[in-house]
């Protein structure tokens, strides 16, 4: 299912993106603040959304990064909210994005660079 069935992106917005890629690489945390310390069943729901949006994505120990254009990461970011906000009274959310025009696979191909420039693989 595309991301623009299941987050209702109008049609307008989408086809004037595949022109020419406009790729956006947004990590981002988002959890509540008013469900105490663990709060692990909540950032499991919006993995569940970052999962299913088919937008490719790496999950790290603070935050998540995902690939694709400007519509469709916002989307995710905005279902994210939609859903806690059901059940949260207070959400915090950081995001850090890298917008870069005509360039996608960059979730790999960044580190990809710098191993090369390291000549050696990194741990991971």
């Not at 569940?48 to 088919?54: E, G, L, Q, V």
């Not at 279902?79 to 949260?88: A, I, T």
Request: a positive charge; one cysteine or more; proline letters at 6%.
């Amino acid at each position: 299912m595309a991301v623009q069935e299941i987050y209702s992106i109008p049609d307008a917005i989408l086809p004037q993106t595949r022109k020419a890629p406009k790729m956006l690489l947004a990590e981002f945390s988002i959890w509540p603040m008013d469900k105490g310390e663990s709060v692990s069943p909540y950032v499991a729901r919006c993995l569940d959304i970052i999962d299913r949006s088919n937008l490719p994505y790496k999950l790290g120990p603070l935050g998540t990064c995902v690939e694709g254009e400007w519509p469709e990461v916002m989307a995710v970011i905005q279902k994210c909210y939609e859903d806690l906000s059901k059940d949260c009274t207070r959400i915090a959310c950081t995001v850090k994005m890298d917008w870069r025009k005509n360039h996608k696979g960059r979730l790999q191909s960044k580190m990809d660079s710098v191993e090369k420039k390291l000549g050696r693989s990194l741990r991971k």
